[in-house]
C-alpha cells in the first residue's frame, strides 16, 4: 500500500503526458492534412489558369485568321484609313506647315501637322506636342526646359500667330495677389508670342543662364563694369513688340548698392544705373 499511494502522482503525470502527446499528435496530423489540401488547391487552380490561357490565346488565333483570310479574299481592297459608312464624321479645317516627318494631332476638331523629332521641352508636356515645329524651336530656345501651361492660336495657316504662357515646373517662385475677400496665388508664369514659322513678337522678361547671353554682350558688360564692385550677377531677356531682344544684367552688390545695365544683342548699351552710393550722384559715370 505505501508504494502505490507513493507512485499515484507519477502514474498521473504519465497519464497527463500520453493526453498531451495524443492531442499534439492529431493536431499535427490535421495540419499536415489541410496543407496538402491547400497544396492540391493552389496546383489546381495554377493549371486552370494556365490551360484557360492557352485556349484563349487559341481562339484569338483561329478569329485573327479567319478575319486575314475574309480580307483577303475581298474583291475591293480596302484603305487603312477608310472611314465606315456608319461612322459619325466630324467637320474640320486642314493647316498645313512645312514639316519633315508629321504625325497628326487633333486640336479642337482642327489637324495640325507637328514634327515627331521636334525637341521636347519637358516630361509629360500635353500641349507642346499640339503646335508647329516652329512654334517648338522658339519655345525650346527662348524658355528652356520650360512647359507649356496654356496657348491659343490667332488666324489660320502661315498667318497665324501662337499666343503661350509657360512655367518652370522647377521653380519655387510663386504669385500672390489678393481679389478681395480671395487671396489668388499660382506659379511664375511668363508669355510669348510666336508666328507659324518660328519668328518671336514678344517675349517677356525673365530670368535665363549666363550661357545663354551671347558672347558680345557678356564682353560688352565686363568692359562697362570695370572698376566696379563685384556681386552677384542676375541676367534677364526680354523683346518688346516690334522691337530686337534685349539682355539686362543686374549685379547685387549689397543690400544698398547695385547697378544694372541692358544691351542689345550687338553688345551696344542701350541703358545702365549705377546706385547713389558708389558715385555720390544718380547718373552714371561711364557717360
Known sequence: MRYAVKDRPSRRRSIRYSLIWNRARRTLDHLRSMTSNCIRVIAETAMNSILNRSVRSLAIGIALSTASCSTNSNSTPKHPDAISPTAEVQPSTHVD?????????VV????????????????????????PRQVQQAVTTRFPSHRIWQFSRIGEGELSKFELTVFDPKSRTTCCKEIKP??????????????????????????????????????????????????????????????QRLYSAQCLVSSVEDYDATFNVEGAIIQAHVSPKKTGSGTDPHF
Open 97 to 105: 506647315y512645312e514639316v519633315t516627318t508629321t504625325v497628326p494631332c
Open 108 to 131: 479642337e476638331q482642327e489637324r495640325v501637322e507637328v514634327d515627331s523629332k521636334a525637341p521636347a521641352s519637358g516630361d509629360l508636356d500635353p500641349l507642346f506636342d499640339h503646335i
Open 182 to 243: 480671395a487671396l489668388v496665388c499660382k506659379v511664375a508664369s511668363f508669355n510669348l508670342e510666336v508666328t507659324a514659322n518660328g519668328d518671336v513678337l514678344y517675349e517677356e522678361s525673365h530670368v535665363i543662364s549666363e550661357g545663354s547671353v551671347p558672347v558680345p554682350v557678356r564682353d560688352a558688360f565686363q568692359k562697362w563694369s570695370r572698376g566696379l564692385a563685384r556681386g552677384t550677377v542676375v541676367w534677364t531677356a526680354h523683346q518688346q513688340k516690334g522691337a
